[in-house]
């Protein structure tokens, strides 16, 4: 089993940045592809940004592009995901993902929930005009 914990939403006003931070235990960390994945009410879940075990290859959805960092430190069995440029339409519940197969490089195979594992429980983010 592996336990996700996120922590750093928040409310911000627009143009603003936050920091979020998921912590993993359960599992060597460092095997693990980590996700990014949000929702916002009335919408369905959507991927925002993909990171492999090792932080080589990293994705995101077109509209964070720019905007978003999606980074890991495997000591710390964290990934991390810092938004900058922040807009109202980024507001949402933010979700972290692990997936603990072995995954080929591919947007369409990172950006697929169904890709990942195990998700943490989620933190809003609130992105005011």
């Known amino acids: 089993q592996v336990q996700l914990v996120e922590s750093g939403g928040g409310l911000v006003q627009a143009g603003g940045s936050l920091r979020l931070s998921c912590a993993a235990s359960?599992?060597?960390?460092?095997?693990?592809?980590m996700a990014w994945f949000r929702q916002a009410p009335g919408k369905e879940r959507e991927f925002v940004a993909g990171?492999?075990?090792?932080?080589?290859?990293?994705y995101y959805v077109d509209s964070v592009k720019g905007r978003f960092t999606i980074s890991r430190d495997n000591a710390k069995s964290t990934v991390y995901l810092e938004m900058n440029s922040l807009k109202p339409e980024d507001t949402a519940v933010y979700y972290c993902a692990a997936s603990t197969r072995a995954l080929s490089y591919s947007d369409r195979v990172y950006s697929t929930d169904g890709t990942y594992d195990y998700w943490g429980q989620g933190t809003q983010v609130t992105v005011s005009s």
């Open positions: 990171i492999s075990w090792s932080g080589s290859r990293i």
């Open positions: 359960g599992r060597p960390f460092s095997s693990f592809a």
